[in-house]
């Protein structure tokens, strides 16, 4: 199989680094599946678990936001967090999903705080599945 270099980066710094057969994210457009000789491409993330496949093995991680950035050799992930399986606190993701369920039960739809509440269960939610809970 074909492989390509892959990194998931955050501002706090390098959470993979490695070749992959393929690289699968959720963007703002919708799923992308990435495989090597890619066409140059740069997207919007939104909060999601990217998958990085390699020898039948995936290795998920809990991003929340950025940007992917393609080249037919390299994938990029530009995220604002990004935390693999083993680093993820299920305690806390779990107290940050009940947190969220609670605001958005008490707010109102069309408030952001509803909004702000839903961003924060999507992003809970994603760390629990990551995570394997
Ligand atoms: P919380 O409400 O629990 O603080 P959050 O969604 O507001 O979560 P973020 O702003 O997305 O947190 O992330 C802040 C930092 O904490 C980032 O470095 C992120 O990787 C880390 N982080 C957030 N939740 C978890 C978790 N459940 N396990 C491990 N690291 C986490």
Avoid: C, W, Y
């Avoid at 491409?41 to 992917?68: E, H, M």
């Avoid at 779990?94 to 924060?120: G, T």
């Amino acid at each position: 199989m074909k492989t390509m270099q892959a990194n998931v980066v955050t501002p706090d710094g390098t959470v993979f680094d490695g070749d992959v057969e393929m690289v699968s994210v959720r963007a703002q457009s919708g799923e992308l599946g990435i495989l090597p000789g890619h066409i140059p491409l740069v997207a919007p993330l939104t909060v999601g678990a990217v998958r990085l496949k390699k020898d039948n093995k995936v290795q998920r991680v809990a991003v929340s936001g950025g940007f992917i950035e393609v080249r037919p050799d390299k994938v990029t992930i530009l995220a604002e967090t990004a935390e693999l399986p083993t680093d993820i606190d299920v305690a806390r993701a779990r107290a940050a999903k009940e947190r969220a369920e609670r605001r958005m039960a008490e707010a109102k739809q069309d408030e952001i705080d509803f909004k702000r509440a839903q961003l924060a269960l999507r992003k809970a939610i994603t760390r629990l599945e990551v995570a394997g809970k």
